[in-house]
């Protein structure tokens, strides 16, 4: 019996023809799959080879080349993670539409979210100013703007000025969280553009106004901060009046003691007195519906109080009058009652006419005294030589 070693058992195997698998027919339902990765092993290290091909995408040539050439960039040269995948796309089949109104809202938003970085507090209350350049006046697009502000800071006091800048009329809107501080920074500001401004619309919390040249200088802006900054503030307490100030009976009180005060009787007797040496007038401050309705005195020279000063102060170049070239001028002055001429009589000795003075009781008390209403001051007779 022949012995058969491991050795030759293993040479015998390895002679024998392998085993070849059968051939099928292509299946052309099937696509073909690509290369099976070819692996490598060592005692040392595996290394793995994968040769893969990707066909490059097919080029519209509905695209212009920028287009084709962007988007094969961004299926190349850029990852598939959503960090730096684009959100748009263009080869989009829907394409976005999006109407005017909604366009203008999207910008209505910015420009309110634009106001807010240029928020300052004052007193708790978050206050902006906005100009925006328009083409047109567009009231109802700034509204837009306030709309989106009071929705950002609901739950915030706020205080917001939003105006369009352009040529000719253009819009002004001032809006709150409330009505008590729209309305002062309304007042604000129409003093600060006196005859620029015309209010178009008051809803407390809104107030549009119509404004000429806004924005064309540097004033323009500081003077609605201001207005706005101010409107904002908060006394500490409304019913304590402010440091240094001062009551209208204090006021009064003050000028008065500055004054040698002249009874009706008086001053009717140094009209008379030709012993004085300088010219003596009395002065009718009061308007002319008093005078219309409670008479006049004859004689006297009636200066409205509005421009009493400008009328007798010697350095006065414009509208002075020809007697008021001296200080030393006796002028007393007359009102209704006597409260108003105290004031106007302290005003001028302000000027430096320290002999002004006034009526007590005024042209009232001069009727009631029974003094005449017709008077001929001497001053006005040239002496004979």
Not at 343 to 358: E, F, H, I, K, S
């Amino acid at each position: 019996m022949a012995t058969i070693s491991p050795t030759d058992e293993q040479s015998r195997l390895s002679e024998s023809p392998k085993e070849q698998p059968l051939a099928s027919p292509a299946d052309p339902r099937k696509k073909e799959l690509p290369p099976t990765p070819t692996l490598t092993k060592s005692r040392s290290s595996v290394t793995s080879t994968t040769s893969i091909s990707i066909p490059a995408p097919p080029v519209d040539t509905s695209l212009s080349p920028f287009h084709n050439a962007f988007h094969v960039y961004h299926r190349e040269e850029v990852s598939d993670s959503s960090i730096t995948t684009p959100v748009f796309s263009l080869r989009g089949d829907t394409p976005i539409l999006r109407t005017l109104d909604e366009v203008r809202d999207q910008v209505a938003e910015k420009i309110a979210v634009r106001a807010l970085r240029k928020v300052k507090v004052v007193d708790d209350v978050k206050v902006a100013v906005v100009l925006t350049f328009s083409k047109k006046d567009d009231a109802k697009f700034l509204q837009q703007v306030a709309g989106h502000l009071q929705r950002i800071l609901a739950l915030k006091e706020h205080l917001v000025a939003i105006a369009t800048t352009g040529v000719g009329p253009s819009s002004l809107i001032i809006c709150g969280s409330s009505a008590v501080q729209v309305q002062r920074a309304a007042l604000l500001a129409s003093s600060k553009f006196i005859g620029r401004i015309q209010p178009v619309l008051d809803e407390g919390t809104h107030w549009i106004a119509r404004i000429h040249e806004i924005g064309w200088t540097a004033y323009d802006e500081a003077a609605l901060w201001d207005a706005m900054q101010k409107s904002a503030q908060r006394l500490v307490d409304p019913l304590l009046p402010p440091p240094g100030s001062r009551s209208i009976a204090q006021v009064l009180e003050a000028a008065r003691a500055r004054l040698q005060r002249l009874s009706p009787q008086q001053a009717y007797e140094e009209l008379h007195d030709a012993s004085i040496p300088m010219p003596v007038l009395l002065v009718d401050i009061r308007p002319q519906a008093q005078r219309e309705e409670h008479g006049a005195i004859r004689g006297s020279l009636v200066i409205e109080r509005n421009v009493l000063e400008w009328r007798f102060d010697p350095r006065c170049t414009d509208g002075k009058l020809e007697v008021a070239n001296r200080y030393d001028l006796r002028v007393i002055v007359f009102c209704q009652e006597g409260y108003t001429s105290s004031l106007a009589a302290a005003a001028l000795q302000d000027l430096g006419l320290l002999n002004v003075t006034d009526v007590v009781g005024g042209y009232k008390a001069w009727r009631d005294a029974g003094l005449p209403v017709e008077i001929e001051p001497i001053w006005v007779a040239v002496p004979k030589s």
